[in-house]
T-cell receptor, first 108, second 113 residues
């Protein structure tokens, strides 16, 4: 079992819809959680981070954390074609571990 | 905006040659990380430093890879001798602390022929 698991996708959503990206982690000691966006040929770019159970909103992005279920999600509202990228989930226990990423495609 | 700077951006060399990659972390960041990214393995942590001291290099092949931080503004990753399987994109990232957001450089795209 991988330490951080994500559905590889691709996840296809129409422009303007809500994209929901999910991630599970195996280390119950994980304390901090991060979402990065990576465009093809580019470096990962931090989108959101969350430390506490519940929701955290930043513009069109909402991160959700449920430590009891070991589950993290990222919602992207009003999805745009420019949101098309690979989204990496990462969890920090005693080191940062990345998932393999979910490919998101937003169709106009 | 403060950025992590990596050099070179691209490197093509022959098997057996020494490769050195350099990273300048964001000023004031105490932690520096080296990652390798391939299509097959995704993003893998190779090594990381806190206050210039190596804390974890368990992800790095010790026989050919070495990572150092000679001063607070420079981290290096060396491969000697290089092999075709080392072909990948190598990212450096820095952060204030290990459990806080990391900021990535643009990467070094390495091809070993």
């Amino acid at each position: 079992q991988k330490e951080v698991e994500q559905n590889s996708g691709p996840l296809s959503v129409p422009e303007g819809a809500i994209a929901s990206l999910n991630c599970t982690y195996s280390d119950r000691g994980s304390q901090s959680f991060f979402w990065y966006r990576q465009y093809s040929g580019k470096s990962p770019e931090l989108i959101m981070f969350i430390y506490s159970n519940g929701d955290k909103e930043d513009g069109r992005f909402t991160a959700q954390l449920n430590k009891a279920s070991q589950y993290v999600s990222l919602l992207i509202r009003d999805s745009q074609p420019s949101d098309s990228a690979t989204y990496l989930c990462a969890a920090y226990g005693n080191k940062l571990v990345f998932g393999a990423g979910t490919i998101l495609r937003v169709k106009s | 905006d403060a950025r992590v700077t990596q050099t070179p951006r691209h490197k093509v060399t022959e098997m057996g040659q020494e490769v050195t990659m350099r990273c300048q972390p964001i000023l004031g960041h105490n932690t520096v990380f080296w990652y390798r990214q391939t299509m097959m393995q995704g993003l893998e942590l190779l090594a990381y430093f806190r206050n210039r001291a190596p804390l974890d290099d368990s992800g790095m092949p010790k026989d050919r890879f070495s990572a150092e931080m000679p001063d607070a503004t420079l981290a290096t990753l060396k491969i000697q001798p290089s092999e075709p399987r080392d072909s990948a994109v190598y990212f450096c990232a820095s952060g204030l602390e290990s459990n806080q957001p990391q900021h990535f450089g643009d990467g070094t795209r390495l091809s070993i022929l």
